[in-house]
């Protein structure tokens, strides 16, 4: 045996604690096992037997046998068993490949390039096929002990984490990951919490429907991950149909947010998308999907309480016209085209001529005038979003 794996043979007890110690530290799931002593002592046995079976394993030129595999595939199935988390099982696998190089490196001297060479190259290549048999039994329990709607609940918790082992379980679950994503955030105001099953059950239905990451963040809010070119900004037809198969599954109006983004920068996209939907006009059946080109000025209004007072004095002068929040809203949806808006309204052009004087009476604001544009289009949008209800 070289001088490099004499060395690890012999420090392979004070490294086995070492790593249980960072565990400890860097894993509260870890450190309430560890409270445990049986618990303990069984990671502990672990830790020394993968150390001293890789040396022996590297001495020989052997690699790691199938009854190595299955054993390691146990360790991850109890780790399961005992309800680790999928984040935490990740994060120890990378946990434990960090504190194996070093130990290699902190051992290796000069005169053992070439043995340091063998052991990283075989740590390389077995520990891919060990970490991936540990998370193939962590995933096999997993997929008996959680639903579907739970597990995608810890995809997006990963996702939006940006953890490196959001793969694995996308995996698992049949989801391709991309590069871009449009976050599509569903408000549904007032709706009342429901059971965890009923929740979990809407969102397996929806997702056998799209097979795209989609959990429950909020009691009343349901996000959606869509993948998008990295050039689009918007989403597609597509998007519109799955929020709407949502909407319906909910059977509630909701407040629709979109934004798109790189997947290394999810969280803040997801962030913007859900400012967005809090402004957002409440549709019964989604027929837009509010940007932030559609609802910036909004979410202006919303930060300056001294506008937001002031515009809603506006608007409440608009609800008390009867019609005019809605005449508003078909003229300028139709680029302020009149014969456009009365067909959609139903009515003749006269009678929408009528109801844009009220407007300018009611509120002494012309609704064709670049003013009444700025004004009245964020008025008739804060309406329809509930907010001055």
């Not at 086995?16 to 618990?39: D, K, V, W």
């Not at 988390?85 to 994060?91: E, K, L, M, N, V």
């Not at 340091?116 to 096929?129: H, M």
Request: charged share 25%; proline share 4%; net charge negative.
């Amino acid at each position: 045996m070289s001088g490099l794996l004499e060395e690890l043979m012999k420090r392979s007890d004070a490294n086995a604690r070492a790593e249980l110690t960072a565990y400890e530290r860097e894993l509260p799931e870890y450190r309430m096992r560890a409270e445990n002593p049986r618990s303990r002592a069984e990671m502990l046995d672990y830790a020394v037997w993968f150390r001293r079976h890789t040396v022996e394993l590297v001495r020989d030129g052997r690699c790691l046998s199938d009854e190595d595999l299955a054993f390691i595939g146990d360790i991850g199935r109890k780790r399961a068993e005992e309800g680790l988390s999928t984040g935490a099982a990740q994060h120890v696998l990378a946990l434990h490949a960090t504190l194996m190089l070093h130990e290699i490196n902190e051992v290796a001297e000069g005169d053992d390039l070439e043995e340091l060479l063998r052991l990283t190259a075989w740590f390389g290549a077995q520990g891919a096929r060990g970490s991936g048999c540990y998370l193939d039994g962590y995933l096999a329990v997993q997929r008996l002990r959680l639903s579907v709607g739970k597990r995608l609940h810890d995809l997006v918790d990963l996702l939006l984490a940006g953890d490196l082992s959001a793969p694995g379980l996308a995996h698992d679950l049949g989801v391709c990951l991309h590069d871009h994503y449009v976050a599509v955030v569903l408000r549904f105001p007032g709706r009342p919490p429901g059971r965890d099953d009923d929740a979990d059950d809407l969102v397996e239905s929806v997702f056998k429907l799209h097979t795209v990451p989609i959990a429950w963040r909020r009691p009343d809010e349901l996000l959606v991950l869509l993948p998008v070119c990295a050039r689009e900004e918007t989403p597609g037809d597509d998007a519109l149909a799955v929020v709407r198969d949502i909407a319906e599954a909910v059977a509630g109006a909701c407040r629709v947010g979109v934004a798109a983004g790189p997947a290394a920068r999810l969280a803040g996209t997801v962030s913007m998308a859900r400012q967005i939907a809090e402004v957002a006009p409440v549709q019964r059946v989604p027929q837009v999907l509010s940007g932030i080109g559609d609802v910036f000025v909004e979410l202006g209004v919303v930060r300056v309480p001294e506008v937001d007072q002031w515009l809603r004095d506006v608007a409440r002068r608009l609800a008390n016209g009867p019609d005019l929040v809605a005449t508003l809203d078909a003229y300028y949806r139709n680029d302020m085209n009149r014969l456009r808006a009365a067909v959609g309204l139903h009515v003749h052009p006269r009678t929408l001529d009528y109801r844009l004087r009220r407007v300018r009476e009611v509120t002494g604001i012309d609704p064709g005038s670049a003013k009444g544009i700025r004004i009245l289009t964020a008025a008739v949008a804060r309406l329809q979003a509930g907010a001055y209800a």
